[in-house]
């Protein structure tokens, strides 16, 4: 019945029709609806609706056609999401959902459908990422999911789909992993259209770090990596020194080392993005035996120690020691000599190790200098560093 300028909604008596096996109804101009009846056909092989100007959601009870081949709803206004009861047709080789307004996500489900051969999504709003469940569908040699709202980083699961001939997935914020693998498996397709995935990157580095024995640490914040493909997963080696720890999912050191190192130790810190992705910093960290500081109540002179992390995204804390109690201030200063930032005085007493935090507030990223200035009954007591602020 298709191209007979069929007008008006599909009566939902054409689902009384069990025994029907093929059900032409494309290149019309029927509205409304697809009635749930439908779902009654158990015997359809094919069911072709595709450029009409039906609406409304693809009703679930389409799941319950055993026998279905081919299933062409494409080129409509269909709304809502991707019922997950598609994945209940066994027997599905062609599913051609593309041209309607479909939303949600790409149900897990759809990886259940074993024999399927042509897969098409494209140009609707579907959201979110690829479910890795696809990569179960090896018998598809044509998967099109290009002009959607799809997000993150193909699934390597993908890489089983051997029979694969055509993949596209461009014009979204959806790409493919960088790694050579990857890579690889995607120039053994034939046709393939989509962007590959940024690299991951960090900025500036890591300053190597001297702790005392049996004292414990300020926090220190790892820097974030820019770019790349959400989760971005962090790594430290080797094991830290005996009483200090790392969290991955803070970034951060802390603890109290109890032991010393018999020289620095090099540690490697690695980001990897979904895509596969990496980037690495490297620095020492050494642990000493501060038995001459511990003989002494204050510090004999002025000394700052830096500030941690740098660069740092949302704030630093500058660390140093102080022979006698002093107000310390501390400004920011960009690169053409201008203070954009100043912090209250604090009012602080002698001791090792003491420490202001600097806030980042409304600083844009880029290169600053800090200017810390301990006033004391002795005089004043300045130092001037650089530091980076990343967003």
Not at 149 to 161: D, E, H, K, N
Not at 218 to 241: D, H
Not at 367 to 376: D, H
Request: glycine share 8%; with cysteine.
């Amino acid at each position: 019945m298709e191209d007979n300028a069929l007008t008006g909604p599909i009566p939902p008596e054409f689902g009384n029709l069990e025994q029907l096996q093929y059900l032409y109804l494309d290149n019309n101009t029927l509205t409304g609806l697809i009635p749930p009846e439908l779902g009654n056909l158990a015997q359809v092989r094919i069911l072709e609706l595709w450029r009409n100007s039906l609406t409304g959601p693809i009703p679930p009870e389409l799941g319950n056609l055993p026998q279905l081949v081919n299933l062409m709803l494409s080129n409509n206004s269909l709304t809502e999401s991707i019922p997950p009861e598609l994945g209940k047709l066994t027997q599905l080789e062609w599913l051609h959902l593309q041209d309607n307004s479909l939303t949600g996500t790409i149900p897990s489900e759809l990886g259940n459908l074993a024999h399927l051969t042509q897969l098409n999504m494209s140009s609707n709003s579907l959201a979110g990422p690829i479910p890795p469940e696809l990569g179960n569908l090896t018998q598809l040699q044509e998967l099109r999911l290009q002009s959607n709202t799809l997000t993150g980083a193909l699934p390597r699961s993908l890489m089983q789909l051997h029979s694969l001939r055509t993949l596209h997935f461009g014009g979204q914020q959806l790409c493919a992993p960088r790694d050579n693998e990857f890579q690889t498996w995607l120039r053994s397709i034939p046709d393939v259209d989509g962007p590959t995935c940024a690299g991951i990157q960090f900025a500036g580095t890591i300053a190597d770090q001297s702790f005392p024995r049996a004292q414990q640490i300020a926090p220190l914040v790892l820097p974030e990596a820019a770019g790349g493909v959400a989760p971005i997963n962090y790594t430290l080696t080797p094991t830290m020194p005996a009483g200090l720890s790392f969290d991955a999912s803070a970034r951060t050191i802390s603890g109290t080392p109890t032991e010393v190192t018999a020289a620095p130790v090099p540690y490697t810190y690695v980001a990897t993005d979904a895509s596969g992705s990496t980037d690495s910093l490297q620095f020492n960290i050494e642990v000493f035996s501060p038995v001459a500081v511990e003989d002494e109540t204050v510090p004999e002179s002025f000394a700052v120690h830096g500030n941690y992390p740098n660069p740092f995204r949302q704030s630093t804390r500058i660390v140093f020691d102080l022979p006698w109690p002093a107000r310390v201030t501390v400004e920011v200063i960009d690169v053409t000599g201008r203070r954009v930032l100043a912090i209250p005085p604090e009012d602080l007493t002698a001791g090792w190790e003491q420490d202001i935090e600097l806030r980042g507030g409304p600083l844009p990223s880029g290169f600053y200098l800090y200017r810390l200035v301990a006033t004391s009954p002795e005089g004043h007591s300045t130092h001037v560093s650089p530091i980076m602020r990343i967003r």
